[in-house]
T-cell receptor, first 115, second 112 residues
Framework: DAKTTQPNSMESNEEEPVHLPCNHSTISGTDYIHWYRQLPSQGPEYVIHGLTSNVNNRMASLAIAEDRKSSTLILHRATLRDAAVYYCILRGFSNSGGSNYKLTFGKGTLLTVNP | DADVTQTPRNRITKTGKRIMLECSQTKGHDRMYWYRQDPGLGLRLIYYSFDVKDINKGEISDGYSVSRQAQAKFSLSLESAIPNQTALYFC???????????FGSGTRLTVV
């Protein structure tokens, strides 16, 4: 499985933007970049995913480098409820239409949000 | 009600006992998974099922078994619990394709 590298921890202030980086230099052409987050005492929660183009949804934005070897999850205005561990995961997708079933979780980035 | 419900939320059991963790979902997804999380580590896949008649081992299936009773129900059993199976267990569901997973809130299992 292609691996991802994330900082162990980051800190932000409430109502400020947060940029969470992820390096994935061995990404293959069929790998999608997925982000999940895990709030304290809860199961992981899907945040966003993308392949090549930048993506936006109600939770966050995903900026993908042109060479796809890195990506950044952007929380536009951090709140205290965004304090969580954020996981960047590569998930393959075959040309035959099947997806890689397995999500391989690393240690993620622990985001602390200060009031 | 939660989309993915796990029971019990917490359980303490003794070494050697058989224990079952249950998972039910209202998402209508065919694919279901069991993951384990240990402190400071990411989630690791135990078993997965793509439909009622399909059961597959994940990366750490030894000491565990599963049952897919219906599309909506997927149970994980520890036949003879041991202390190093103390962990947080998560059930998840997904559609086919490249959609995101939906996780339950987890079962915290302690084996003493």
């Amino acid at each position: 499985d292609a691996k991802t590298t994330q900082p162990n921890s980051m800190e932000s202030n409430e109502e400020e933007p947060v940029h969470l980086p992820c390096n994935h230099s061995t990404i293959s052409g069929t790998d999608y970049i997925h982000w999940y987050r895990q709030l304290p005492s809860q199961g992981p929660e899907y945040v966003i995913h993308g392949l090549t183009s930048n993506v936006n949804n109600r939770m966050a934005s995903l900026a993908i480098a042109e060479d796809r070897k890195s990506s950044t999850l952007i929380l536009h205005r951090a709140t205290l409820r965004d304090a969580a561990v954020y996981y960047c995961i590569l998930r393959g997708f075959s040309n035959s239409g099947g997806s890689n079933y397995k999500l391989t979780f690393g240690k993620g980035t622990l985001l602390t949000v200060n009031p | 009600d939660a989309d993915v419900t796990q029971t019990p939320r917490n359980r303490i059991t003794k070494t050697g006992k058989r224990i079952m963790l249950e998972c039910s979902q209202t998402k209508g997804h065919d694919r279901m998974y069991w993951y384990r999380q240990d402190p400071g580590l990411g989630l690791r896949l135990i078993y997965y099922s793509f439909d009622v008649k399909d059961i597959n081992k994940g990366e750490i299936s030894d000491g565990y078994s599963v049952s897919r009773q219906a599309q909506a129900k997927f149970s994980l059993s520890l036949e003879s619990a041991i202390p190093n199976q103390t962990a947080l267990y998560f059930c998840a569901t997904s559609e086919g394709g490249n959609y995101g997973y939906t996780f339950g809130s987890g079962t915290r299992l302690t084996v003493v």
